[in-house]
């Protein structure tokens, strides 16, 4: 025993001895008399020149070193400055093998940090150039060394501790002379205290960032309550709030506030993460959020909700400084939110009780994100949407004008490189869409893509009285994609749809069509160009409108009469039933060579051309004349006229008044002559049969009355 009291004795009066020595040290020794010699050392290392030129002082209890204004050159200039640096360290701390940093104080530091028009920075001259050999053994040397360490490492928590740190007046400053652009951190503070691993300790930053392109600051605030674990693998944040107020050209001058609230914690050993009550705002657009995370590789599990509160989004632009957009209705883009549970197993992300607002519109339904593959599928269903409000507003007179080819260059369509990396599947529902004045019912739409192969496998709806279906192929999976299109419409009613589609009011009646067409190309001018297919159209029971096209066969069948029309009123419709015919599809020109209707003692006949790239109608129609089909006595129906076509054409621009299309064609009507001399030559050789057959019948009539009255005559003598 008196000898473990001995040895404990002896090392307590080493400690006394070192202690006092140490302490005897740092008063007799004066650190200001060896200047000098550190400025030469870090000249003799290094390719700075370093001057100090405050005081230089240290103390025993605590254990501690100040500097103040001290300097650092690089090539002549400023490399890094600072007014004051205070370390100070708790010394019987270093005693106990607890290490408690009493004070860290780092007063006016200014670093310069500038790229070279080559893209070389500064930093990268501080150490001068080794020759090959010696930077491998240095390499080598800091392997073995880091190697030793992590063999040393015995997996002991950190034991550490710091009274209070103060940052205070710090900037940094960096330019690019490469690009021209400059990044300046100033007035950058940092105050934190009672940092101890294992509790929480509350921390303060401050700042202001500038940049020169663009034009761009930030006046930062930020303040918390921070815990680490002793092995620094678990760490929390809470009451956090962070102001950051902005300003600059990416806001038009407008100065923006954006903040951060909530509190956070992750555990990298269990790799989970939480964030609860987190709320993010910019302007008048706030976030909130509670998620959970669990796994930080591939696959993640998440789950938690996320909303975004009813906002403005003309105010949200206004606010950030952009152009307003313009719209057709100004009351529209005034109340957009957005909520959603967040879930699903590992690897996949999926949006439970999703909820869309626009304005009056809202959509529910259900979204999933895979992480392995980046499949998206989504299952949305609206009420309704009116998507004319949101269009952009006609100027004065754009409604009266023809429209005009673009004359700037013609973009693709579709971005395929991204086209050929999604995989969807998408089905959307609208109870109510009104679009380019449309109004179409119980929409629905199918989507998928895959592999560069986008399919619209069914669009289909309700509107004015009949339906729709329709779908689509686009094939991109060569640089030239390929379109299929089938469409089916059924007793769609073409006088309302065409009078609120373009206000043309010539087409009454229920239509019938059926689509099939192909196409390749990503342009507009390509598809048009390249489409080939056919459209086979019926339309029961209606009429044209605008025009009468019994007056015009009345005009003919009275020239060949040669009476005048007497009749003033003929009314501005034709009514027809069961119009019909093919559109052969050729590019941009639609030929119809079969278009047959029923008119009242009419048949009518056509055929012509649509260019629907210059809006052309050309079209040849004849009215055959099957029974009477007017009551003016000039227009009576003669043995000479039935049958007879009267000519029509139709010609001129579509997008015009559709009145002036259709006129009775005088040039054509000479074969009509040519049908009615014809139909007179064989009336009059009927004729005149018909007068040499009675004549030749009254003869024989006269001589069997003549040799029957001779035989009754002796008959009765």
């Known amino acids: 025993m008196k000898a473990v009291r001995y040895v404990l004795i002896g090392i307590v009066a080493l400690i006394v001895l070192a202690v006092a020595a140490v302490a005897i040290a740092m008063a007799v020794i004066n650190p200001n008399d060896y200047k000098p010699q550190i400025e030469q050392a870090v000249e003799d290392a290094t390719n700075l020149d370093l001057i100090l030129e405050g005081d230089i002082g240290w103390s025993f209890i605590p254990l501690g070193l100040e500097l103040n204004s001290v300097e650092a050159t690089l090539e002549g200039d400023r490399f890094v400055a600072l007014e004051q640096l205070v370390a100070q360290i708790d010394f019987w701390s270093l005693i106990a093998m607890s290490p408690r940093v009493n004070t860290f104080v780092l007063d006016g530091l200014d670093a310069r940090l500038e790229v070279d028009e080559q893209g070389n920075g500064n930093w990268t001259r501080i150490m001068p150039e080794e020759s090959a050999g010696a930077a491998t053994e240095e390499s080598a040397g800091t392997q073995d060394e880091q190697a030793q360490e992590g063999e040393g490492a015995g997996g002991e928590p950190l034991n550490f501790n710091v009274e209070n740190v103060q940052i205070s007046n710090a900037q940094v400053h960096y330019t690019d002379k490469s690009t021209g652009q400059s990044v300046t951190l100033e007035n950058f503070t940092v105050n934190a205290s009672n940092i101890t691993l294992g509790s929480e300790f509350p921390l303060e930053i401050g700042f202001r960032v500038a940049t020169t392109q663009p034009t761009f600051e930030v006046d930062g605030s930020i303040s918390a309550r921070l815990a680490a674990n002793e092995a620094l693998n678990e760490f929390a944040v809470s009451s956090l709030n962070a102001v950051f107020d902005m300003t600059g050209e990416p806001f038009g001058g407008k100065e923006v506030t954006a903040e951060l609230g909530g509190s956070a914690r992750a555990n990298l050993e269990n790799e989970t993460a939480t964030l609860s009550g987190f709320t993010a705002s910019l302007a008048n657009l706030n976030l909130s959020t509670d998620l959970d995370v669990s796994g930080f590789g591939n696959k993640p599990t998440l789950s938690g909700k996320i909303s975004i509160a009813e906002f403005s989004l003309k105010d949200l632009l206004n606010n950030l400084g952009q152009p307003a957009v313009e719209t057709s209705d100004a009351d529209v883009l005034e109340a957009i939110a957005f909520s959603t549970g967040i879930g699903g197993p590992a690897g996949k992300v999926e949006l439970t009780n999703l909820t869309i607002k626009l304005d009056d519109t809202t959509f529910n339904g259900s979204g999933s994100y895979n992480l392995a593959d980046s499949g998206i599928v989504f299952n949305l269903q609206g009420d309704q949407l009116n998507a004319?409000?949101?269009?952009?507003?006609?100027?004065?007179?754009?409604?009266?004008?023809?429209?005009?080819?673009?004359?700037?260059?013609?973009?693709?369509?579709?971005?395929?490189?991204?086209?050929?990396?999604?995989?969807?599947?998408?089905?959307?529902?609208?109870?109510?869409?009104?679009?380019?004045?449309?109004?179409?019912?119980?929409?629905?739409?199918?989507?998928?893509?895959?592999?560069?192969?986008?399919?619209?496998?069914?669009?289909?709806?309700?509107?004015?009285?009949?339906?729709?279906?329709?779908?689509?192929?686009?094939?991109?999976?060569?640089?030239?994609?390929?379109?299929?299109?089938?469409?089916?419409?059924?007793?769609?009613?073409?006088?309302?749809?065409?009078?609120?589609?373009?206000?043309?009011?010539?087409?009454?009646?229920?239509?019938?069509?059926?689509?099939?067409?192909?196409?390749?190309?990503?342009?507009?001018?390509?598809?048009?160009?390249?489409?080939?297919?056919?459209?086979?159209?019926?339309?029961?029971?209606?009429?044209?409108?605008?025009?009468?096209?019994?007056?015009?066969?009345?005009?003919?069948?009275?020239?060949?009469?040669?009476?005048?029309?007497?009749?003033?009123?003929?009314?501005?419709?034709?009514?027809?039933?069961?119009?019909?015919?093919?559109?052969?599809?050729?590019?941009?020109?639609?030929?119809?060579?079969?278009?047959?209707?029923?008119?009242?003692?009419?048949?009518?006949?056509?055929?012509?051309?649509?260019?629907?790239?210059?809006?052309?109608?050309?079209?040849?129609?004849?009215?055959?004349?099957?029974?009477?089909?007017?009551?003016?006595?000039?227009?009576?129906?003669?043995?000479?006229?039935?049958?007879?076509?009267?000519?029509?054409?139709?010609?001129?621009?579509?997008?015009?008044?559709?009145?002036?299309?259709?006129?009775?064609?005088?040039?054509?009507?000479?074969?009509?002559?040519?049908?009615?001399?014809?139909?007179?030559?064989?009336?009059?050789?009927?004729?005149?049969?018909?007068?040499?057959?009675?004549?030749?019948?009254?003869?024989?009539?006269?001589?069997?009355?003549?040799?029957?009255?001779?035989?009754?005559?002796?008959?009765?003598?």
């Not at 769609?492 to 010539?506: G, K, R, S, W």
């Open 388 to 717: 004319d409000r949101y269009l952009p507003p006609k100027a004065e007179g754009e409604a009266e004008e023809a429209p005009t080819a673009a004359t700037g260059p013609e973009g693709d369509l579709l971005p395929l490189e991204t086209l050929r990396s999604l995989l969807l599947d998408i089905d959307l529902g609208l109870g109510q869409l009104i679009v380019s004045n449309l109004t179409i019912n119980e929409i629905k739409a199918s989507t998928t893509a895959k592999n560069g192969l986008l399919k619209i496998d069914e669009f289909s709806g309700k509107l004015y009285k009949g339906s729709f279906g329709a779908n689509v192929t686009i094939d991109a999976r060569s640089d030239n994609p390929k379109w299929t299109v089938a469409s089916d419409v059924t007793n769609v009613q073409t006088l309302p749809l065409l009078t609120d589609l373009a206000e043309v009011d010539m087409l009454g009646g229920g239509a019938n069509l059926k689509v099939n067409a192909t196409t390749t190309g990503n342009r507009i001018s390509s598809l048009r160009s390249n489409a080939d297919g056919q459209i086979s159209f019926n339309l029961a029971e209606g009429e044209f409108r605008r025009m009468n096209l019994t007056r015009m066969a009345c005009q003919g069948i009275a020239l060949v009469n040669q009476e005048d029309l007497t009749t003033t009123d003929w009314g501005t419709s034709t009514p027809f039933n069961d119009m019909r015919g093919t559109l052969d599809i050729n590019g941009n020109t639609l030929n119809n060579t079969d278009l047959v209707a029923a008119l009242a003692g009419m048949r009518l006949e056509g055929n012509g051309t649509v260019d629907m790239a210059q809006s052309q109608l050309d079209y040849e129609v004849g009215l055959r004349i099957v029974g009477e089909i007017h009551r003016d006595e000039a227009c009576r129906v003669t043995e000479y006229v039935e049958n007879a076509v009267i000519p029509v054409e139709c010609r001129g621009n579509f997008a015009e008044d559709p009145a002036d299309l259709c006129s009775f064609d005088g040039s054509r009507f000479r074969d009509t002559l040519k049908t009615i001399a014809e139909n007179a030559a064989k009336a009059k050789a009927r004729e005149e049969v018909d007068k040499a057959k009675a004549r030749a019948e009254e003869k024989v009539k006269e001589k069997v009355q003549e040799q029957l009255g001779d035989k009754l005559k002796g008959l009765f003598n």
